[in-house]
C-alpha cells in the first residue's frame, strides 16, 4: 500500500466513514457512566417515590441541567408550587426555602464530609455490589437506555436496578427493592427535554439578607480512637470495617441537648449505615426510619431516602442506635459484632469473668 493510500484510510477513518468493530459495553462501563456527570443539557420533570408498607409517598422535582456539572432541581408541593429549589455546582450546593426566603449553602466538606472521594466510592461499590445488564436496550423518556441491576454480594442488602443512558450518561429511572423483591422506593422521568439548553443563570442561587443566609458548618470530627476517652466516650469500638462491605468513612459529634452524641457513618459504596452512641437515649422502641445516601458525582444516580431499620440497646453506660437498609437479620449481625468488640476490651481489663 502507498503511503498516499495510507494516508487517504487513515482520514477516513478519522473522519467516521470506515466501520470498525467496537468494544461491547460492560456493565462497568454503564454503571461508571451512571455515576459521573451527564455530557449533556437537558430539563425534566422528574417523579420520586418511597413505600411506607402499604402507604407511599410521591414528589415531583423539575430538574434543569447544563454542562458541565450545573444543576437546579425545584421541589414541587401536590399543588405544583416551587417549594424548594436545589442548586449544585463546583462542588458546593444551596438549598433556597421559597417561602421561608432561606437560603442554606452547604461546603464540599459538608457535602462529601468523609475520606472518601467519589473514586473511591465507584470502587467501593464495585468490591460490593455486582453489576448486571438485564435485557435489551430500549427507550425510555425517548432516550436509549441500559437497564443495570446491582446485586448485593453481602446477604441482607437492598437491590438496586437503574435504566442509563450509557451514551450521555443520564439516569433515567431507579428503582431499589428489599432482598425479597418489594420496591422501597423509585424514581423516574416523566418529561425531558434535550432540546432546551437551560440558560446559565438559572443556576445562580438567589442573593438573600445576612439574616436569611444560614452556613452549613460541618460536625467536629473525632479522628481516632484516641479521642473518645478525651470527649468521654471510653469503653466503644472502633470499627474500621464492618460485615456486609461498610468501611468506616468519618466520625462526628452530634449535638444532643446539652451532652454530644457519636455518629460513626460507614459506606459500602451505595448506602450509609449509622451508629450512633449518646449518653441519654435516642429512640426507645426502634423501629425504621430514614437512611441517608452516599452521594456521587451525579445526584439523579443517588437513591431515594428509603425506609431502613433500626435497632436499639444499651451497651456500657451508653444508648446506642444502628439504622441501615439492611434486612434485620443483617443489621443484628452487625450488632452482634459491635457488641463483641466491646466486651472484647472489658474482658481484657479483667471486667468480664
Known amino acids: 500500500m502507498s503511503k498516499n493510500s495510507a494516508a487517504f484510510l487513515a482520514a477516513l477513518f478519522l473522519a467516521g466513514g470506515l466501520a470498525v468493530p467496537c468494544r461491547a459495553q460492560t456493565a462497568k462501563d454503564v454503571l461508571l457512566a451512571g455515576t459521573r456527570q451527564p455530557t449533556a443539557s437537558f430539563q425534566g420533570r422528574r417523579i420520586v417515590v418511597n413505600w411506607y408498607g402499604d402507604e407511599s409517598h410521591a414528589q415531583e422535582i423539575m430538574v434543569y441541567y447544563r454542562t458541565p456539572g450545573l444543576w437546579r432541581q425545584e421541589i414541587l408541593s401536590p399543588a405544583g408550587e416551587v417549594e424548594k429549589v436545589v442548586y449544585q455546582r463546583g462542588g458546593q450546593e ?134 473518645l476517652e478525651v470527649r468521654g466516650f471510653d469503653d466503644l469500638p472502633w470499627r474500621t470495617t464492618l460485615p456486609h462491605g461498610f468501611s468506616l468513612d468519618q466520625v462526628t459529634l452530634v449535638p444532643l441537648g446539652d451532652d454530644n452524641a457519636l455518629h460513626f457513618r460507614y459506606v459500602d459504596g451505595l448506602s450509609v449505615l449509622s451508629f450512633f452512641v449518646s449518653p441519654r437515649p435516642i429512640d426507645e422502641d426502634g423501629g425504621s426510619g430514614s437512611v441517608e445516601e452516599v452521594g456521587h458525582d451525579d445526584p439523579t444516580f443517588s437513591f431515594a431516602s428509603s425506609v431502613g431499620n433500626i435497632l436499639t440497646w444499651e451497651q456500657s453506660e451508653f444508648h446506642c442506635l444502628l439504622i441501615g437498609d439492611l434486612e434485620s437479620a443483617a443489621l443484628k449481625k452487625i450488632r452482634e459484632t459491635l457488641i463483641d468488640e466491646n466486651a472484647t476490651k472489658a474482658e481484657a481489663r479483667g471486667e468480664i469473668p
Not at 115 to 128: I, Y
Not at 130 to 152: D, F, I
Not at 158 to 166: E, H, Q, V
Open 94 to 227: 444551596w438549598i433556597h426555602d421559597v417561602k421561608e426566603g432561606t437560603l442554606i449553602h452547604r461546603s464540599p466538606a459538608s457535602l462529601q464530609p468523609g475520606k472518601f472521594d467519589s473514586l473511591q466510592l465507584s470502587r467501593l461499590l464495585l468490591q460490593n455490589y455486582t453489576p448486571r445488564l438485564k435485557g435489551r436496550k430500549e427507550l425510555l423518556s425517548g432516550l436509549p437506555c441500559q437497564m443495570l441491576e446491582l446485586v448485593p454480594k453481602h446477604p441482607g442488602g437492598p437491590i438496586r436496578a437503574l435504566w442509563i443512558d450509557p451514551g450521555r450518561g443520564i439516569v433515567l429511572k431507579t428503582k431499589q427493592m428489599t432482598a425479597g423483591g418489594t420496591v422501597v422506593s423509585e424514581t423516574s422521568f416523566t418529561e425531558l427535554d434535550l432540546e432546551a439548553v437551560p440558560d446559565e443563570k438559572m443556576f445562580a442561587p438567589p442573593e438573600v439578607s445576612p439574616e436569611q443566609m444560614v452556613e452549613d458548618t460541618p460536625r467536629e470530627p473525632v479522628d481516632g480512637p484516641q479521642e
